[in-house]
């Protein structure tokens, strides 16, 4: 995005603007900060070519009915909306300012996203709709952009505040609610949509975390689901659980699909051969100055066999292969092991490949830790 596109007012309303955040089909984002509490904030605002329109007043009218209605959606899950009016400069949104990353960021990095984590970013999704259907609220555009990782581990769904401007005024300007790749195919056909169409965007979006790849929508089901067999990191097991979550999330009736969020949750939850405890959301790129000699906090060894160096390079030849998750895992196994075999192990069968396992016993051979059982269960499918 080019912010010199973009004239920053000092303030709208009470609240002082400091930059761009960023900036969509519908609006722009700017963080701000609210004097009276002393709070830093996002706010939106309609593109002034779209507040000049000749829809121009509707489309402010509606983006602030939705506004209206987005506030009623208070969930650990979804970005709060604290306040919303007019101004000068146009209708406007305050929301609260997430420190996140986007999940489109990181499916566009090369980083690892396993099966647990995967699963618990679409459970979190999943439980912020469900909230907001309950509200009578769609959100009708869910896909990577609108979906935030915190660094605790917690998921923002984004976007709530003018999801459902979706009129023949929108049309007719040029404009398509939702994303065409993650879009129900009622909602692409230009027909009503409900809470289904939110749920099938969600098992879009679950199937491009296990394959880095959308489903081909001209393809048949069974076809899309045959290239869950490929990928290396999923077990037989998960397979067969997997696939008919997927079939019936994806599927082109919306009658046929998950009916709720809580079914569909209740689907992710059974899983076989999965452990939801390793999930973590906290996949940001480990920092640049990050060098083996910087010691892992007291609470992530083990009470007295295993040094601090040893985990860090440990969690280091990991994580190029399944990216940060390799700090939780480091530090959960290592509580348990009895030794350094056990330990390596245990860490291998994350690895979703076997020449990447290979290659793992290799770096920490060549970091000392080495054993003939090693490289025995290096060869063993995970």
Request: proline share 5%; glycine share 6%; charged share 20%.
């Amino acid at each position: 995005m080019d912010k010199t596109l973009h004239a920053i007012p000092k303030a709208i309303s009470r609240y002082r603007v400091d930059n761009i955040l960023g900036s969509g089909a519908m609006g722009v984002v700017y963080q701000g900060f609210d004097p009276q509490i002393e709070r830093t904030v996002a706010i939106k605002v309609l593109h002034p070519h779209l507040r000049n329109s000749e829809h121009g007043a509707d489309l402010e009218q509606r983006f602030i009915q939705e506004a209206r209605a987005a506030a009623r959606c208070l969930h650990p899950n979804i970005v709060t909306i604290f306040d919303f009016g007019s101004a000068s400069d146009g209708s406007f949104i305050v929301m609260e300012y997430v420190d996140g990353i986007e999940l489109k960021a990181h499916l566009r990095s090369n980083t690892f996203i396993p099966l647990p984590s995967a699963t618990d970013i679409c459970i979190q999704v999943l439980q912020a709709l469900g909230h907001a259907h309950e509200h009578g609220v769609v959100h009708r555009d869910i896909k990577p952009a609108n979906i935030i990782l915190l660094e605790n581990g917690n998921v923002k769904v984004s976007d709530f505040g003018v999801a459902r401007l979706d009129t023949s005024d929108l049309t007719s300007t040029g404009f398509m609610v939702g994303t065409p790749n993650y879009m129900s195919p009622e909602g692409l056909q230009g027909h009503a949509v409900d809470a289904r169409s939110d749920l099938y965007s969600v098992g879009v979006l679950f199937y491009e975390l296990l394959t880095r790849q959308r489903p081909v929508r001209e393809a048949a089901i069974e076809e899309t689901l045959h290239k869950l067999n490929d990928i290396t990191s999923l077990s037989g097991q998960n397979v067969r659980s997997i696939k008919p979550i997927l079939r019936r999330a994806l599927a082109s009736r919306p009658e046929e699909r998950f009916q709720n969020a809580a079914g569909f949750i209740a689907s992710l939850k059974g899983i076989e051969d999965m452990d939801l405890t390793l999930a973590t959301t906290t996949l940001f790129p480990a920092p640049q100055n990050y060098r083996q000699d910087i010691p892992v906090p007291q609470e992530t060894t083990s009470a007295s066999q295993w040094s601090d160096d040893l985990l860090v390079s440990l969690e280091q030849s990991l994580a190029k292969y399944i990216g940060p998750v390799a700090k939780v895992l480091v530090k959960k196994q290592s509580r348990s092991a009895g030794s350094m075999e056990a330990l390596v192990n245990s860490l291998i069968v994350h690895i979703p490949n076997d020449a990447e396992r290979s290659q793992f016993i290799k770096a920490m051979e060549r970091t000392g830790v080495s054993s003939a059982g090693l490289s025995q269960s290096a060869a063993a499918p995970a």
